[in-house]
């Protein structure tokens, strides 16, 4: 079985500071690795995935993240927040070898960002 | 138009009634989702379907079931709804065949209060 732990329920920060929102995942088997986020009011949207290859991924508005697999890792980052980044971020995985591709997500981080 | 449409947006009903969220799509795939959030939890997922014939349950079934009427097409009913099933539904769509693959797309999401 898989689990996600995203520690950090509320992250405060201020504008153009860099940002970093922590998920650790366990798992018997290699997984994909997602994170999503949700602005209020909405449906959740991809910032980015890590299916294979280079451990370093950028996603859409310049937040990126990085495959750690020795310290079942994949925190994201992002140099230089703004107000429109307030949010809430689900960090997800999902088994390689399933194929419903269901994910199990976190319990999520909502980021803010304060003037 | 969004992709992946969600209805009622929002509903709000009493103990014992029995509820239908319906979820339509527009992106041709075959896999889809119904995921519950609730604050601190993430998503959890209650059934999710590879086609009309293939339905599958999730993590918290129980008390729930699905109609898949067609592949653009997946229901979700309470049939005698209680208070802790008051949570915000996803619908999510997803093709692990294309370039998308692992990746869900989400509707906006129908909001359940029981009273």
């Known amino acids: 079985a898989q689990s996600v732990t995203q520690l950090d329920s509320q992250v405060p920060v201020f504008e153009e500071a860099p940002v970093e929102l922590r998920c650790n995942y366990s798992s018997s088997v290699s997984v994909y690795l997602f994170w999503y986020v949700q602005y209020p009011n909405q449906g959740l949207q991809l910032l980015l995935k890590y299916l294979s290859g280079s451990t370093l991924v950028k996603g859409i508005n310049g937040f990126e993240a990085e495959f750690n697999k020795s310290q079942t890792s994949f925190h994201l980052r992002k140099p230089s927040v703004h107000i429109s980044d307030t949010a809430e971020y689900f960090c997800a995985v999902s088994p390689w070898m399933d194929s419903s591709y269901k994910l199990i997500f976190g319990s999520g981080t909502r980021l803010l960002v304060r003037p | 138009d969004a992709d992946v449409t969600q209805t009622p947006r929002n509903r709000i009903t009493k103990t014992g009634k029995r509820i239908m969220l319906e979820c339509s799509q527009t992106k041709g795939h075959d896999r889809m989702y119904w995921y519950r959030q609730d604050p601190g939890l993430g998503l959890r997922l209650i059934y999710y379907s590879f086609d009309v014939k293939d339905i599958n349950k999730g993590e918290i079934s129980d008390g729930y079931s699905v109609s898949r009427q067609a592949q653009a097409k997946f229901s979700l009913s309470l049939e005698s709804a209680i208070p802790n099933q008051t949570a915000l539904y996803f619908c999510?769509?997803?093709?692990?065949?294309?370039?998308?693959?692992?990746?869900?797309?989400f509707g906006e999401g129908s909001r359940l209060t029981v009273l």
């Open positions: 999510a769509t997803s093709d692990p065949t294309g370039k998308d693959t692992g990746e869900l797309f």
